[in-house]
């Protein structure tokens, strides 16, 4: 089965500085990479996701990128905020279903005002 | 997105009691999950609830220990029974949208004594 790996596992960044989290995935068929952000007593939450058709993915701050070949991707903060501090979670899938997501281990990223 | 209500947030219980967890989608979805999360840990896949029949259970979770129910396309409940401390996590509803994408109810912080 998939087998994805989160680092780091802990982030302190500066604020306005930018953060880069990365995970390595072992099924070279897998083709769907979510990221899901989870704040402190509250649920995960589904922020950004890539399909394996597509090498790079923005939404405003965030953006992640994805390397077939070397079997893994990433996720870019840029302009950090105080409210970015969470554990961010990445996933992959080669099923194209929700019920075969793998998660990594998670980041807990921390923005110091 | 699905709005995914989940009951109760919270609970202590003391050991060899059962819990039953609620979760209700404000809308028809062909695939719900309990997921569990443990202190610190990432997110494992307990089952997926399938509706008119038995859910599907992944490694290491069995139906005596977390029976499940879906009596249709909108509500499902996880029991925790003869709960010991072991069982002490988060325990998470969650949904497929358009097959890949999962969407998580708030969760359920459980506590055994």
């Known amino acids: 089965g998939e087998n994805v790996e989160q680092h780091p596992s802990t982030l302190s960044v500066q604020e306005g500085d930018s953060a880069v989290i990365k995970c390595t995935y072992s099924?070279?068929?897998?083709?769907?990479f979510p990221w899901y952000k989870q704040e402190l007593g509250k649920r995960p939450q589904l922020i950004i996701d890539?399909?394996?058709?597509?090498g790079e993915k923005k939404d405003q701050r965030i953006a992640v990128t994805l390397n077939k070949t070397a079997k893994h991707f990433s996720l870019h903060i840029t302009e950090t905020q105080p409210e970015d501090s969470a554990v961010y979670f990445c996933?992959?899938?080669?099923?194209?279903?929700?019920?075969?997501?793998?998660f990594g281990s998670g980041t807990q990223l921390t923005v110091l005002p | 997105s699905a709005v995914i209500s989940q009951k109760p947030s919270r609970d202590i219980c003391q050991r060899g009691t059962s819990l039953t967890i609620q979760c209700q989608v404000d809308s028809q979805v062909t695939m719900m999950f309990w997921y569990r999360q443990q202190p610190g840990q990432s997110l494992t896949l307990i089952a997926t609830a399938n509706q008119g029949s038995e859910a599907t259970y992944e490694s290491g979770f069995v139906i005596d220990k977390f029976p499940i129910s879906r009596p249709n396309l909108t509500f499902s409940t996880l029991t925790v029974s003869n709960m010991s401390p072991e069982d002490s996590s988060i325990y998470l509803c969650?949904?497929?949208?358009?097959?890949?994408?999962?969407?998580f109810g708030s969760g359920t912080q459980l506590s055994v004594l």
């Open positions: 969650s949904v497929g949208v358009t097959n890949e994408k999962l969407f």
């Open positions: 996933a992959a899938t080669d099923s194209g279903s929700a019920r075969q997501l793998t």
């Open positions: 890539i399909r394996s058709n597509v």
């Open positions: 099924d070279s068929a897998s083709n769907y």
